[in-house]
């Protein structure tokens, strides 16, 4: 499972200096100083098998194997042997720390055997050899730990993928961080991240003598120095399970301790990886130390750099839509309306859409749904008032059986449409509405707004005929009391 981090894009104007050094410095040692080792370990595995060692070595260390009691892998290895496949022990028995350390302290090869001159002379060649590698002179040893190791382990990669990868995090998330830290300061806290792994590396695994390399110490350092930058504010992250990935968006700062659970489930149970999963958990607590550190003590205050706006999936999804029209998957289309406009109700252009689908079947469900929405759009929209009085008048026209207005509907109904210069329509839902519920409260008040249409609209004629009609029905209400006052 891998878990990243993801922002916006970085600003040119002030470029990742540091970030980009930063992989160009590994791209060169792993495709320019790293680019002989090949040859170096070929020459030193071909000065192995001329020398005596395989014949002294690789027979005791299968019998070492015989004596804790690793029958299996015993016979693996005498098996190789026999097929003249060597350079397989070689490989497990230069694995195992614990054989190498004995080997090289002449508890294996004894000193008073007759073959120790020549098989200590030629052990001393061959480690000579092996030395010449970059990874071998630079890789961090825990049971040698050197100062070269502790700083050129993170500028070496076993292999192509190994730096592709490491690299690729490094930009996603070092960038951010250097703006918010600071070029200088973003550099150091690397470096620091990097021996912090060594350190936990150090502590984790004291007895191993093969080297760790690798810059993931340092980037998983600069990936909790992103989360903690942002503490519990929310950001997106991209995950990848087996074959499936995705984006989410979640407090930043609860994503660490996920991270560091993952190192140490990952080191006690998954055995015989060649993942240093304690260098990346020293990454992690020294990078979130350092931020934490930084806020508490440092001058200079640290503020998270902006995310990108979360890109709305509106046009994508209309997209979709307009796609299954023009295939003229049309239920497709207006399901796929319906689930939208229920999750954007006030959406001017989702509604829109909805109406215009759904009114090619005016019977339906989803015609009178789509209606009732547009009339109930907020006004605050321009185009909101114009849309509601085209809608009125092609549902008055199209609707089947009839039309279908509730009484919260047509209270807002004849507000808008008066306030819009559409004052007979609005009368004429007044008459409706009185129909339906003769004593509502609100009838002599939506009288008196339809009558203040008519005259604003200079219709005269119907401006009296609407307070006489308000102070006819509704003689004791307060709207009738202003009618007499206007007329």
């Not at 350079?87 to 004894?110: W, Y």
């Not at 810059?215 to 504010?233: H, P």
């Not at 509106?314 to 239920?331: H, T």
Request: glycine share 6%.
């Amino acid at each position: 499972m891998l878990i990243i981090p993801v922002s916006r894009r970085p600003d040119w104007r002030n470029p990742p200096v540091v970030t980009l050094l930063l992989i160009l410095l590994n791209v060169f040692v792993f495709f320019g100083l790293q680019s002989n080792d090949g040859k170096r370990t070929e020459q030193a595995y071909h000065y192995y098998a001329e020398s005596t060692l395989p014949a002294v070595e690789l027979p005791r260390y299968v019998k070492h194997l015989e004596s804790l009691g690793r029958s299996d892998a015993a016979s693996r290895a005498a098996d190789a042997l026999t097929k003249r496949r060597w350079p397989l022990v070689l490989q497990a028995m230069e694995s195992d720390d614990a054989f190498m350390s004995r080997l090289r302290g002449g508890k294996i090869v004894l000193p008073n055997e007759a073959a120790y001159p020549v098989w200590h002379r030629e052990r001393a060649e061959f480690d000579s050899l092996r030395q010449a590698s970059l990874i071998e002179r630079f890789g961090f040893r825990p049971a040698h730990p050197t100062f070269a190791g502790l700083i050129g382990h993170m500028f070496l990669h076993a292999n192509f993928d190994h730096l592709l990868g490491n690299m690729a995090i490094l930009f996603i998330v070092g960038y951010l961080v250097e703006e918010a830290l600071g070029k200088w300061r973003y550099l150091a806290f690397y470096l620091l991240c990097g021996i912090g792994a060594a350190a936990c590396d150090l502590i984790f695994n004291a007895g191993r003598i093969g080297p760790g390399i690798g810059a993931s110490g340092a980037i998983a350092g600069v990936m909790a120095m992103f989360v903690a930058l942002y503490g519990m504010r929310k950001i997106r992250f991209f995950y990848w399970v087996l074959v499936y990935f995705d984006f989410f968006r979640a407090p930043a700062i609860i994503i660490l301790p996920l991270w560091m659970a993952n190192e140490v489930y990952q080191y006690l149970f998954n055995h015989g990886s060649h993942v240093n999963y304690m260098a990346h958990l020293g990454g992690f607590v020294t990078g979130a130390a350092l931020i934490a550190a930084q806020r508490r003590f440092g001058k200079k205050r640290l503020a998270a750099p902006k995310q990108e706006a979360p890109a709305d999936p509106l046009p994508r999804k209309l997209a979709k839509i307009d796609a299954l029209l023009g295939a003229l998957r049309i239920d497709e289309a207006r399901r796929s309306l319906r689930h939208l406009a229920r999750a954007r109700p006030h959406d001017l252009l989702v509604v829109g859409r909805y109406y215009n689908v759904a009114r090619n079947t005016p019977a339906s469900e989803d015609y009178h749904h789509a209606a009732a929405l547009i009339f109930a759009l907020p006004d605050h929209h321009p185009a909101s008032a114009e849309l509601l009085h085209e809608t009125f008048v092609d549902y008055l026209k199209l609707a089947k059986p009839t039309v279908r207005f509730t009484v919260p509907q047509l209270l807002t109904l004849i507000r808008r449409l008066a306030r819009s210069g559409h004052a007979d329509d609005a009368e004429r839902l007044t008459r409706v509405l009185a129909g339906r519920a003769p004593q509502h409260e609100d009838l002599p008040d939506l009288l008196l707004i339809v009558a203040q249409a008519f005259r604003r609209g200079g219709n005269s004629t119907l401006y009296e005929a609407t307070l006489t009609r308000l102070k006819s029905e509704y003689p004791a209400s307060s709207a009738a009391r202003t009618a007499a006052l206007l007329a």
